[in-house]
């Protein structure tokens, strides 16, 4: 690597800089307003379209392609266990301690 | 007098509440768990690609997001120029607009201060356990918080830098399922959110459409435009919903 020590400190200012201003604005501009109903409504429904938006192709694809072939993708096989542990128990733990448990086995034996 | 002032202040930022520390342990356990795999890898790749430890702790304790930290190693591979690699950051990153807005109406009773420090520690995962967390709960005890945000950042440092030392642990913790922790907890936080008929309709959209956004288009729009989408779509329903089942009293002369 050509860059020197300096150069990666650098980069790493500028990476942490532009990180947090996105984190940090909204929350400075937002937090003490009182918000339009609507745009209320509006952020109510973030949480459950960015959750489900980072979940998709974590469990629709592996190694860059779309599949559920259980030898390439024990993410999606896993998922139908986890899902269900989480319906039924409302847990947290256990549907992680299901979820790797499933990932586990299935590597194991497909 | 004096002093009871200065103690109010001191344990509204700081965290003595024995019991909100222990309920902030439990909430962040998920988050602890599933950054270690992660940040296992993230210390191999960064000490591969020459960085130093010191560099890798560097990065972890200031920039502290998991998907720009993999790419920008990659990008230092590849030898590209600091203005490329912190606009790629800044892309990457650019989501977490959308979360940081989401939480603010439950974030009014923070100082300043404290709301730089939370959104410092504000990622895709803390967003996840703070977003169920305030939906049961106005105004969450500040200790709880951030002794979860704390917990769940300094697990991220600790692992990138037993990754750059050790560089070998990791096929081991993918043995365990260890690479799970993060979408089974992603799961389960998602079951959590399922509160109506239209939540389970959003999430099936955004879930459908984000697969497809990613596999035709790659990059890390996909995110942002999936969320875009489908949360004005539960808009429009919510308010359609309503417009045909208010309450006389509500509606008023109608």
Known sequence: MHYSNEQIILAILLMALVTFLPRFLPLLFLSRRKLNPMLRVWLSYVPVAVLTALLGPALFMAEGTLTIQPSLNPYFWAALPSFAVALLTRNMFLTVLTGMGAVAILRLLV | ?254
């Open chain 2, 1 to 254: 007098m004096h002093d009871g002032i200065f103690r109010r202040k001191f344990t509204g930022l700081f965290l003595f509440n024995k019991e909100e520390m222990i309920r902030g342990f439990f909430k962040g356990f998920p988050v602890i768990l599933g950054y270690f795999p992660i940040g296992f890898a993230f210390g191999i790749l960064a000490t591969n690609v020459g960085m130093t430890v010191f560099h890798t702790f560097l990065m972890s304790l200031m920039v502290y997001a998991g998907s720009a930290q993999l790419i920008a190693v990659g990008l230092l591979e590849s030898q590209v120029g600091l203005l490329t690699l912190t606009i790629t950051t800044f892309l990457v990153n650019l989501r977490h607009l959308l979360m940081s807005a989401a939480l603010s109406p439950s974030l009014g009773h923070l100082s300043r201060l404290q709301q730089a420090l939370f959104s410092y520690e504000l990622t895709d995962e803390t967003f996840a356990v703070h977003s169920i967390d305030f939906n049961k709960e106005k105004k969450t005890p500040k200790c709880r918080i951030f002794v979860t945000n704390i917990l769940a950042h300094l697990s991220w440092i600790v692992s990138s830098i037993l990754g750059a030392w050790t560089g070998s642990l990791l096929s081991d913790l993918e043995a365990w399922g260890l690479d799970y922790a993060l979408p089974a907890m992603f799961i389960a936080l998602l079951v959590f959110q399922l509160r109506t008929m239209r939540h389970f309709f959003i999430a099936t959209i955004s879930l459908l459409l984000s697969t497809y956004l990613f596999w035709g288009m790659g990059g890390h729009w996909y995110v942002i435009i999936t969320t875009l989408i489908t949360a004005t779509i539960g808009l429009i329903m919510e308010k359609w919903y309503l417009n045909h089942n208010t309450p006389d009293i509500e509606n008023g002369e109608s």
